[in-house]
């Protein structure tokens, strides 16, 4: 199961690459631009969860993660190239598998680590989102995990779940494929009926 | 006194969690905006220490920082939510408090590390200022710390009456009395008089 | 060499300080604003290389560091209390000094601990860039190195240099050299003939 994990790490990894780029493209960035903003997006949230937990972090020890955020930034700016017009729809639902991955990868490396499940639950969400976050402040967006669709919600929600699975007894397979099925699931929901959680309605 | 120093922690860090989570609220940002702005106020000047020093992170180990954040928020928003309007000016005079105690931690966590007085400065003001700093950068503010009040150069000033406490051969509950009372002091005053570090008259 | 390796490590840091003081500056803030500024563009590159290895942040053991950044901040700005100008092309070539030689520390750090060659080009060019990029982000601005004259490129040539060096068998001393002023030439040839990488032309 293990090398099977490393593939669909790899393909969430590239499909936050790719949406790094294409944050890159429509801020006219130059090619390390898009080298910084794939990569940012791709592995922030999980190098900030091994600094935190004092863990070594994921692509220092394995260099596949920076030749997959390359080669999808590359194979971006190809398509761009050619097309200049992008699937921004399937991107959303590519984006999505990789949100349920990282979570649960995030998950698992804390409980691994001894965290307590509330603690891995924050882990997992930090995971999955924190990228997208630096990504935006960098570009000087307000981040949309802060104030669009059902994001960093379904984190907590798949967390949730994958806790709830193995305190009830389930093998760690049973609990990551719940917890995937589950951000995923509620993800891809909130995508096609634009679910959102109340956003406040500040004066100024 | 331990345990009575956690509850001022816990203080500490509610009343942080209660400016990000206004700042959320002049942003527009929804639920999980809030949680995260009202995080990173909170722990991200403490969190930033602890990486640095190579320390355990400190919430990682004990999640009642994290139920403290929640709880603030929650109450906040309850509160904006029945009366539309803020004590701005008492909020300023517990975030006075909490700033005191932040730096106060930093500064003993630092020392007892081993750190060089010079070294536990920075980073008792580090641990004081930067999670407002991540919170402006992340609402696309010019950080206040940079520009406003007396702020940072409150904890500095604290700082060094704390090192030179213990330099006289004071206690360490000593040390940590006057540097937080001489914080405090020199924040409210700035507050009430509105000090400010001269600000460059650069054209451009 | 030890000791002069040193030198020019401070004169690094110093050159880049500078050039955080001219952005605080130029945005109107305050005392603490320039030290922030200063330091982050000085030292968050190595920062965050060294949380991101697990070694002991570089400054903490050695606040000589900090003591370079207060002087090199403090002399910028009577210079520009007197003179309401500043030499910028200098200040450029200074600057190309200052990372060629932050990346060939990077490398070298990196390797020592272990890295793969592929790793230590990246935190050799993380080194040179990261503080830079963190000041631009903190001001709000775009950040320059990823849309301006080549300048994180030259890292990773000079890098590439540097291992290719090492792998052919020279001696540490050799390949710093040639990695060194690999950065750096290309770097001051950058600036002359404007030299760039293209830059995207997305629409919106």
């Known amino acids: ?38 990569s940012v997006t ?41 097309t200049h017009k992008f699937p921004y729809q399937s991107l959303l639902v590519a984006d999505a598998f990789g949100l349920a991955f990282f979570n649960v990868m995030g998950l698992q490396k804390a409980l691994n680590y001894g965290a307590t ?33 059902l994001y960093a919600t379904t984190c907590i929600f798949g967390g949730v779940l994958y806790v709830l699975a193995q305190t009830m007894g389930l093998s760690i397979s049973w609990a990551m494929l719940i917890g995937m099925l589950a951000t995923l699931s509620l993800r891809l929901a909130a995508i096609r009926w634009h679910w959102q959680l109340p956003v406040f309605q500040g004066s100024h």
């Open 1 to 38: 199961m293990g090398q099977w994990l490393h593939w669909i790490d790899l393909l969430g990894v590239a499909v936050f690459a790719v949406s790094g780029t294409l944050m890159a493209y429509r801020k006219h960035m130059d090619g390390f631009g898009v080298v910084v903003l794939a």
């Open 42 to 82: 791709a592995i922030g949230g999980g190098t900030l969860r091994d600094m935190i937990l004092d863990l070594p972090v994921f692509w220092v020890q394995e260099p596949d993660f920076l030749y997959a955020i390359m080669a999808a930034a590359a194979l971006t700016i190809f398509w761009l190239r050619f």
């Open 117 to 149: 499940p509330f603690i891995a639950i924050v882990m997992g969400t930090m995971t999955g989102v924190f990228g997208g976050l630096i990504r935006d402040v960098i570009c000087r967006e307000i981040p949309l995990v802060l104030k669009g669709e």
